[in-house]
């Protein structure tokens, strides 16, 4: 089982994508993370990855999409990936599409949080104040310039993939404006559904 989960950056993807990872026994695969943790070790990558990070602009679809397709060889993801963060630009969702045929492997949900852009800018700043109080150093792109490119970025790029997925008919939406058990209990209901059963069902699929 495989899900994508969309939405603009603040929309609580991540914090989604872990509860269902828990629930379904997926595993989330997280782009931006996967991308920090490469900063963080100091690799080719990070290094090239940094800067464009921290501004607010998307990695190229070529290290993106390598990237992606390298941890899906590992043994974690058989059961199935949440995709968080990924896909970006439509040709990363459309070597998504390839990727998952040539796997044999069907994407059976597409789940997009929607929140408008002010409470989404007021959820990061809010994450930044949160992580700089708990003595972590806040995320370099959670605050306001870096956080109107990546909504420019998400606008232009991103909000397009919607489009792809519809034509699919593969698109639900869910209110990611609701307090989190809201929103969780919304996106339960789709991926119920997309297994054919409760998440009891969807943790024995292969
Ligand atoms: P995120 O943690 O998903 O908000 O991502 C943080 C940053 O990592 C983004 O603003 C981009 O610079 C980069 N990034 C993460 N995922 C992607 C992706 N799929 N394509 C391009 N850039 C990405």
Redesign the pocket.
């Known amino acids: 089982m495989n899900i994508i989960l969309l939405g603009p950056?603040g929309a609580g993807k991540g914090t989604q994508a872990g509860l269902l990872e828990q629930k379904y026994g997926l595993k989330q695969l997280?782009?931006?993370?996967m991308?920090r943790a490469e900063v963080t070790a100091g690799s080719a990558l990070g290094q090239k990855a940094k800067a464009?990070?921290d501004s607010?602009?998307?990695?190229p679809d070529d290290v993106?999409i390598d990237m992606i397709e390298a941890r899906m060889q590992q043994a974690d993801c058989v059961k199935g990936v949440i995709f968080d963060?990924?896909?970006?630009?439509v040709p990363?969702a459309e070597a998504l599409d390839k990727m998952l045929a040539q796997k044999g492997q069907a994407l059976d949900a597409v789940i997009e949080l929607e929140v408008d852009e002010k409470a989404v800018l007021a959820r990061i700043l809010q994450r930044a104040a949160e992580d700089q109080a708990a003595g972590n150093t806040p995320r370099k792109?959670d605050n306001e310039a870096s956080f109107r490119k990546?909504m420019q970025e998400y606008h232009a790029k991103t909000a397009p993939i919607s489009q792809h997925y519809k034509s699919q008919g593969r698109l639900s939406v869910v209110d990611g404006s609701q307090p989190i058990d809201r929103v969780e209990k919304d996106l339960e209901a789709i991926v119920s559904g997309a297994a054919g059963g409760g998440p009891q069902a969807a943790r024995h699929m292969p």
Request: net charge neutral.
């Open positions: 950056p997280s782009t931006g993370d991308l464009i990070m607010g602009g998307l990695v993106i963060g990924f896909p970006r630009t990363q792109d990546r």
